[in-house]
């Protein structure tokens, strides 16, 4: 089966102090991996996609990285702006169309 | 750039009414996706269209139906909802298979 694991739940950062966050998945045959910014009451905003191991995309003051069990999304100097929850998603086993969802990271910049 | 559009966004039905959901994909996406997510929780997979025939199906209630249309629109029709179909619903849309999905901004169904 699928599994999407997404770490911290939560994570509360200061302007300016930089982190990562973790995207674990278990499937097999990696077709891509997704991630997506969500805002309270409103749709995912994709932000990258991910297709091979030791690729990376950029996007402002965020990177995404993927290895072959996870992916890392690192936040440089953040602002309170990027407080959102970050989801990560990858495309299901079942050779259908859907996506798998992780649980999120909440993340909460303060001024 | 042109994004799904959902309506409506807000919807407010009592028990055992039913309601319909209404997407537009992005322009040229022949894939389209529905989603639900509760308060707190990430997006659970509904139903999925590719080239208006139905490609995969998740936890979709048996009172719950979905179909794309010729001009790659889809509708949700949901019946006899409980309280516990209150949720936001989500489509999203993509080009093919294990690309990239756009999400639309949702329709947050209230079941009273």
């Known amino acids: 089966e699928d599994q999407v694991t997404q770490s911290p739940e939560a994570l509360r950062l200061q302007e300016g102090e930089s982190s990562s966050l973790n995207c674990s998945y278990t499937?097999?045959?990696?077709?891509?991996l997704f991630w997506y910014r969500q805002d309270p009451g409103k749709g995912p905003e994709f932000l990258f996609t991910?297709?091979?191991a030791g690729e990376e995309k950029e996007k402002e003051r965020l990177k995404a990285t993927l290895t072959k069990k996870e992916s890392f999304l690192h936040i440089t100097a953040p602002k309170p702006e990027d407080s959102a929850t970050y989801l990560c998603?990858?495309?299901?086993?079942?050779?259908?169309?859907?996506?798998?969802f992780g649980p999120g990271t909440r993340l909460s910049v303060l001024p | 750039a042109a994004g799904v559009i959902q309506s409506p966004r807000h919807l407010i039905k009592e028990k055992r009414e039913t309601a319909t959901l209404k997407c537009y994909p992005i322009?040229?996406?022949?894939?389209v996706y529905w989603y639900q997510q509760g308060p707190g929780q990430d997006p659970q997979f509904l139903i999925s269209?590719?080239?208006?025939?139905?490609?995969d199906k998740g936890s979709i209630p048996d009172r719950f139906s979905a179909q794309q249309f010729s001009d790659y629109h889809s509708e949700l029709n949901m019946s006899s909802l409980e309280l516990g179909d209150s949720a936001l619903y989500f489509c999203?849309?993509?080009?093919?298979?294990?690309?990239?999905?756009?999400f639309g901004q949702g329709t947050r169904l209230t079941v009273v």
């Open positions: 999203a849309s993509s080009t093919g298979m294990n690309t990239e999905a756009f």
């Open positions: 499937v097999s045959g990696l077709r891509g």
């Open positions: 991910l297709y091979s």
């Open positions: 998603a990858v495309p299901s086993l079942s050779y259908g169309q859907n996506f798998v």
């Open positions: 322009p040229r996406h022949d894939t």
């Open positions: 269209f590719y080239e208006k025939m139905q490609s």
